[in-house]
């Protein structure tokens, strides 16, 4: 059903690749040296730090929504205290309202830093890929396209979870829908009582942006449990999805060797 991408493409594939195996790999490695040394908090605000300072770099509003909610929660804490406590108890609770509003900041903070590096990527081949990996526990994704477009370079990347089987398509809507439908139809004949969706991405009006891949993958309904999501990965790992198909009117079981090749005439 899928044909290579032309070599282009790959290298681009494979330095996205490359690159976020270089992130963990650092960050892991980072991580096992602060603990080593025992600068754990160290390392950790240094972290922030970074994320802070490359989301404020695309987002320049992003310290004063911070600061706007850290405000908000110590507002609504010390009015929560006022109501219900008596002399200076507010100031504890205006405390408490304080550190929330501090969490829900830093929990900004991410989201848009998620979505800042969704951004730097969208548009680059395999992007989608980068996209569903973040889908967290619960989820199998596959880190190679299951189907790809040799002559536009469209991609289909698959995820198994509780949702059944996901399809994210890389690429025009109206140009990848075929091939979005061939997996869809060659994963249903392995599968067939688990639900196979399929998701458009793209920067289109009819697609899901790259950094909204995610939160549409998870808004799916449930339809299989977690043993069913490994099953399911079993059964699809026999299906050769993405490997180059055999030409039009040739059929492999009545293939014969060239004899006369053979004899070396």
Known sequence: MAKKLDSTAQEQIAQLRAQQKAEKLA???????????????????AQIRQVFTMTREAEPSLPWIMLAIIAAGGVVGA????????????????????????????LYMNRRAERVAFRRIEGRPGAVGAALSVLGRGWIVKDEPIAISPRHQDLVFMAIGRAGVVLVTEGPTTRVRQLSESARRDISRVVKNVPV???????????????????KVKALPKAIN??????????LSTLRLNQPPIPKGIDPNR??????????R
């Open 79 to 106: 009015g929560v205290g006022l109501l219900l406590a008596a002399g200076l108890a507010w100031i504890t609770w205006l405390v408490l309202g304080l550190i929330v509003g501090l969490f829900v900041a830093m």
């Open 255 to 264: 293939m014969r060797p060239n004899r006369k090749a053979m004899r070396g």
């Open 197 to 215: 969706s399929i998701i458009n991405a793209g920067q289109a009006e009819d697609q899901v942006s790259l950094p909204d891949v995610k939160k």
């Open 27 to 45: 960050a892991k490695e980072a991580k096992k040296t602060r603990k080593k040394n025992g600068d754990r908090g160290e390392g950790r605000w």
């Open 226 to 235: 977690k043993t069913e999501i490994a099953a399911v990965d079993k059964r």
